[in-house]
């Protein structure tokens, strides 16, 4: 794919780095070797990219052609393959009139870039079709970046000019009946296969338009895959897997980008296929396999400021919905207090994701946002009602080196004086002797006897959890 072409300028400016940092034997002289300036990788173009052919002359007489010749009405309902066929006609016959040459290798890329702005989102639609990128991050028309194993490239692909990038934006807005323009210029939304979208249009996006896409995960996640991949132990998923299991609520803490939704899409599989599952997001992206779900999502203001429907609102409703457990797709504002006492009130096994370095930094999270709710509510209150209704906090981390990682599984085991008490189950010990490009490190095991032991008792797992601890 693209990023692998490199000029011969980059290549020697590489070849030097390595020698630098392979000479240096003392720490400061490495750091002193990390100075040496960097070259951003070069852009190609022709195959490999798109901007010679969608800014050539060429592009925009045979676009201009096949869009006043073709009936707009003849695209409605029609796929992209039955389309095709008229499209290389039209091609074919605009290109005779106007005593165009184009060979054949033209031919199939201006149609391949008629179908995408016709049928998808124009230039960046290869790589919303690669499954190897994880998001794309436009900036403008002249800037394509994607995410690929945890590391962003600059692809080679552009768009005409922000005219496109915007008239791109709001198809993606109206796919969803929202709208984005100068007068409501930013926009939450999601494609047809559930990725989420989010558009800023200039005056706000001062250098163009911004489409930030986290695209939606074509396979399912589990924690025994995510295992396999390093991204936990095997006693850690087997942990996870037992508390999901035995309806312990669960706050999945991480940064941005972390996997924080995957992770808790894998806990979401061990929910009972007996059991009624409420979720609720901004932007639907979780993917339950139970047969009993219910996915509620929120709605912004109309245009004149009315009709939003907020977390908070939905989560009040939930409650009256007979739910045996919430999913928050996110907490971030007085939601909390709602997610605190549904957790309180009978709806164990609920859980959420909290943006948080570290689970006392999710705690403190926690009250802040549930301040935002009730000021008036004491401090010592808010921390008994935490202490009562969460169980457990998994932390995930992106880490350098692209690779997602549960850096520490904590427990909340109650309070001692007006401070909450916790105990980790499970840490990421990195190996800072062992410096590469790649992290390094264990997941080591406690051997504290977890306090939702009896619990597993309950449910018939406490020999199979002391098994897992190794106690």
């Known amino acids: 794919m693209f990023?692998?072409?490199?000029?011969?300028?980059?290549?020697?400016?590489?070849?030097?780095?390595?020698?630098?940092?392979?000479?240096?034997?003392?720490?400061?002289?490495?750091?002193?070797?990390?100075?040496?300036?960097?070259?951003?990788?070069?852009?190609?173009?022709?195959?490999?990219?798109?901007?010679?052919?969608?800014?050539?002359?060429?592009?925009?007489?045979?676009?201009?052609g096949v869009f006043t010749s073709m009936n707009a009405s003849a695209v409605v309902g029609k796929t992209r393959e039955q389309m095709k066929p008229g499209v290389e006609q039209l091609v074919l016959e605009i290109a005779e009139k106007e005593r165009l040459n184009i060979t054949l290798s033209e031919q199939t890329q201006i149609v391949g870039e008629l179908l995408n702005d016709m049928f998808g989102l124009g230039p960046i639609e290869p790589l919303l079709a690669d499954e190897s990128i994880t998001d794309v991050l436009v900036n403008g028309p002249d800037q394509v970046y994607a995410e690929r194993h945890g590391r962003l490239e600059l692809t080679p692909y552009k768009f005409r000019d922000n005219a496109h990038v915007i008239n791109v934006a709001q198809r993606i807005a109206a796919g969803v009946g929202r709208r984005v323009d100068e007068s409501s210029p930013m926009v939450d939304a999601r494609l047809a296969d559930g990725s989420r979208v989010n558009v800023v249009l200039p005056p706000l996006a001062i250098r163009g338009a911004s489409i930030s896409i986290r695209k939606f995960a074509k396979r399912n996640i589990t924690l025994h895959r995510m295992s396999q991949q390093g991204n936990l132990s095997a006693a850690m998923a087997t942990v996870?897997?037992?508390?999901?299991?035995?309806?312990?609520?669960?706050?999945?803490?991480?940064?941005?980008?972390?996997?924080?939704?995957?992770?808790?899409?894998?806990?979401?599989?061990?929910?009972?296929?007996?059991?009624?599952?409420?979720?609720?997001?901004?932007?639907?992206?979780?993917?339950?396999?139970?047969?009993?779900?219910?996915?509620?999502?929120?709605?912004?203001?109309?245009?004149?400021?009315?009709?939003?429907?907020?977390q908070r609102d939905l989560v009040r409703n939930a409650l009256r919905m007979r739910p045996d457990r919430i999913i928050l797709g996110e907490t971030r504002g007085p939601e909390a207090f709602d997610v605190l006492q549904a957790m309180n009130t009978g709806h164990d096994g609920s859980m959420t994701t909290i943006h948080a370095n570290t689970p006392r930094d999710g705690i403190t999270r926690l009250e802040s946002m549930v301040m935002m709710a009730n000021g008036n509510l004491p401090l010592m209150s808010i921390r008994r009602q935490i202490a009562s209704a969460v169980h457990m906090i998994v932390q995930i981390e992106r880490m350098r080196d692209g690779m997602r990682r549960i850096t520490r599984v904590t427990e909340l085991v109650g309070m001692e004086g007006d401070v909450i008490i916790t105990q980790d189950l499970f840490t990421f010990r990195y190996d800072a002797s062992a410096y590469s490009e790649e992290v390094k490190g264990v997941f080591e095991s406690s051997t504290v006897r977890p306090a939702f032991a009896p619990r597993a008792a309950y449910y018939g797992l406490e020999e199979a959890l002391l098994e897992a601890m190794k106690i």
């Open 240 to 310: 996870l897997k037992l508390a999901a299991t035995c309806r312990l609520n669960i706050i999945v803490s991480g940064g941005t980008g972390s996997g924080k939704t995957t992770l808790l899409n894998a806990l979401s599989h061990f929910i009972d296929a007996g059991e009624r599952t409420v979720t609720i997001e901004d932007a639907a992206e979780l993917q339950l396999v139970q047969p009993h779900v219910v996915s509620l999502e929120t709605r912004p203001e109309n245009a004149e400021g009315l009709g939003s429907v907020n």
């Open 3 to 64: 990023g692998q072409k490199k000029s011969a300028a980059v290549e020697d400016v590489e070849r030097k780095s390595a020698a630098a940092e392979a000479a240096v034997a003392t720490p400061a002289d490495r750091l002193a070797a990390l100075a040496v300036p960097v070259i951003a990788p070069v852009r190609t173009t022709g195959g490999e990219g798109n901007e010679a052919l969608v800014r050539s002359d060429l592009f925009r007489v045979i676009r201009n």
